[in-house]
């Protein structure tokens, strides 16, 4: 039983997914109205309860998903975080984790188009692991760092390359593309993931592997990141922490490969799911 943001008869509402039907809690728990706001208000575990009681009565497959979170107050991404993507870009383990951030227009969801931009033929996939954060505010002890996380889900961090390169000192215009980033198919609990550390991530690109890793790989792992993003941002309900990318990106590549049009990406992450998006040129 998994939690879902999505738009049925144009509105937008979040709910409970389980054997593709789908528990609509919009307003049911806590007079909340989103997943962002059921967070904040401490009812996943209420919400669970609710579903199963209240069994799914509409057909995933007569909604639209929407990015798990289609809203967060923030969304922290984490590059260089897999010894084998430093060295793929001929970078170097750093001292502190490089970190940049995305914009809410920059997503899209489960099932719904990644952008190619008319102004790169350049979008490169990036599989990684997103945490969904509590209402925990700032200054998170490692320790307990672990706790201030609502759930899990599969990210694609997508990144337009040549933008990204623009300038030597940053790179975020290349990671805020509109809806070049994916975020879903949905959010696992974090209590149902044991050890995060056990869980496998794949990236496929029309079928074959283009990138594979152990989350226990992670070069600056998650009680870190949690703890050192909280010293300088609080942590609200519903913000977003992208984790980081295996090697294996295309633009390492020999001859490099870039998303064309056409094209299914699938991140799949063991125990949590399989997000995809078939890619589509922008028109305008």
């Not at 706001?37 to 929407?66: Q, V």
């Not at 295309?250 to 870039?258: E, L, Q």
């Not at 991140?267 to 040129?281: A, D, H, M, V, W």
Request: hydrophobic share 35%.
């Amino acid at each position: 039983m998994n939690y879902i943001s999505f738009l049925i008869n144009n509105e937008e509402r979040f709910g409970i997914v389980s054997d593709n039907k789908v528990t609509d809690l919009t307003g049911q728990i806590n007079n909340t109205n989103s997943l962002k706001e059921l967070i904040k208000s401490n009812g996943l575990e209420e919400g669970r309860n609710y579903a199963k009681n209240n069994p799914g009565e509409i057909d995933l497959s007569s909604i639209k998903l929407l990015p798990v979170i289609p809203n967060p107050s923030k969304i922290i991404c984490v590059g260089l975080n897999y010894h084998d993507h430093v060295k793929e870009t001929e970078k170097t383990v750093a001292d502190n984790p490089v970190t940049f951030q995305r914009f809410n227009d920059s997503q899209t969801a489960h099932l719904q188009d990644m952008i190619i931009p008319k102004a790169s033929d350049k979008l490169d996939f990036e599989g990684e692991m997103a945490l969904i954060m509590k209402d925990t505010g700032s200054h998170i002890n490692e320790d307990n760092a672990l706790n201030c996380i609502a759930g899990y889900s599969c990210y694609n961090d997508g990144s337009v390359r040549d933008w990204q390169r623009h300038t030597k000192s940053t790179f975020g215009m290349g990671k805020n593309f509109k809806k070049t980033g994916s975020f879903g198919p949905h959010m696992v609990m974090a209590q149902d993931i044991d050890d995060y550390k056990k869980l496998t991530i794949e990236t496929f690109l029309n079928g074959e592997v283009m990138q594979s890793a152990s989350l226990s790989q992670l070069i600056f792992d998650l009680p870190f990141l949690i703890s050192y993003v909280s010293k300088a941002l609080p942590w609200r309900a519903g913000d977003v922490l992208v984790t980081g990318t295996p090697g294996g990106v295309g633009f390492k590549r020999n001859p490099p490969i870039y998303l064309k049009e056409g094209d299914k990406v699938d991140i799949s992450i063991s125990e949590i799911g399989t997000l995809s998006n078939t890619l589509q040129n922008e028109v305008i």
